[in-house]
C-alpha cells in the first residue's frame, strides 16, 4: 500500500542553527499533514499540521512546506535547541481520517552543542 | 484540559495470555484511535472509535480487539499474546469522528515474554 516516507533516519545539527526534515509521500489522494514529535518514552507531540489546499504555514519557530507536485512534505525548525532533540515523524491522512494516520519511519534530530 | 492517558504504563504478560490496554480521552473528545509502535515497522493505525462504533481498522489480526464506552473511555484487548505483540501501544483522539487533528497519550509499553 502507500505509505508515507522519510529522507533521512538521523539528521544532526549545530545549536542554534536551522533545521529542515524531509518528507516524501506517495499517496495522491492525502489531503492532511501532520508532523509530530516523539521524545524517549513519551507519545507523539503535535507540532504543526497543513492542508493540501496550502503551501506552507508557519508556526512558533517551526514552518511546514508542502510541495503536492513532487508530494515532498518539509519541517522547518528555527533556531534548533537542546530541547529540539527527538524524532520527527510526518503523517498523512485523507478520506476524513477515518482510516487513521499513516506515518513515516521517523527522523532522529540530533543537537549537538 | 488534561491530556490523553493510558494506563497501565508497562506491562509484561506471557505469550499465550491476554492484555486489556485503557485510555481516556481528552475530555470533550469523542473519538479514539489506537497505534501500535515498534522499531522494525514503526507507527502503525490499529482502529478508530466514534461514538462507542469503529469507524474503521488497520491491517491487524482478529486478535486484536477494542471497545469505547459512553464516556468516550476506550479499551483495546490483545488475546492469544505472542513475541511480536511487544511494542508501545499509543492511543490517540480527537474532537470527533474526521477530525484529523490527534493528539496522543504517553503510550503503554507491553513486552511478552
Known amino acids: 500500500g502507500e505509505s508515507v516516507g522519510l529522507h533521512l533516519p538521523t539528521l544532526s545539527v549545530q545549536e542554534g542553527d536551522n533545521s529542515i526534515i524531509n518528507c516524501a509521500y506517495s499517496n495522491s489522494a492525502s489531503d492532511y499533514f501532520i508532523w509530530y514529535k516523539q521524545e524517549s518514552g513519551k507519545g507523539p507531540q503535535f507540532i504543526i499540521d497543513i492542508r493540501s489546499n496550502m503551501d506552507k504555514r508557519q508556526g512558533q519557530r517551526v514552518t511546514v512546506l508542502l510541495n503536492k507536485t513532487v508530494k515532498h512534505l518539509s519541517l522547518q525548525i528555527a533556531a534548533t535547541q537542546p530541547g529540539d532533540s527527538a524524532v520527527y515523524f510526518c503523517a498523512e491522512a485523507s478520506g476524513g481520517g477515518a482510516d487513521g494516520l499513516t506515518f513515516g519511519k521517523g527522523t532522529h534530530l540530533i543537537i549537538q552543542p | 484540559k488534561a491530556g490523553v492517558t493510558q494506563t497501565p504504563r508497562y506491562l509484561i504478560k506471557t505469550r499465550g495470555q491476554q492484555v486489556t490496554l485503557s485510555c481516556s480521552p481528552i475530555s470533550g473528545h469523542r473519538s479514539v484511535s489506537w497505534y501500535q509502535q515498534t522499531p522494525g515497522q514503526g507507527l502503525q493505525f490499529l482502529f478508530e472509535?466514534?461514538?462507542?462504533?469503529?469507524?474503521n481498522k488497520g491491517n491487524f489480526p482478529g486478535r486484536f480487539s477494542g471497545r469505547q464506552f459512553s464516556n468516550s473511555r476506550s479499551e483495546m484487548n490483545v488475546s492469544t499474546l505472542e513475541l511480536g505483540d511487544s511494542a508501545l501501544y499509543l492511543c490517540?483522539?480527537?474532537?470527533?469522528?474526521?477530525?484529523?487533528?490527534?493528539?496522543f497519550g504517553p503510550g503503554t509499553r507491553l513486552t511478552v515474554t
Open positions: 472509535y466514534f461514538s462507542e462504533t469503529q469507524r
Open positions: 490517540a483522539s480527537s474532537l470527533s469522528g474526521g477530525h484529523y487533528e490527534q493528539y
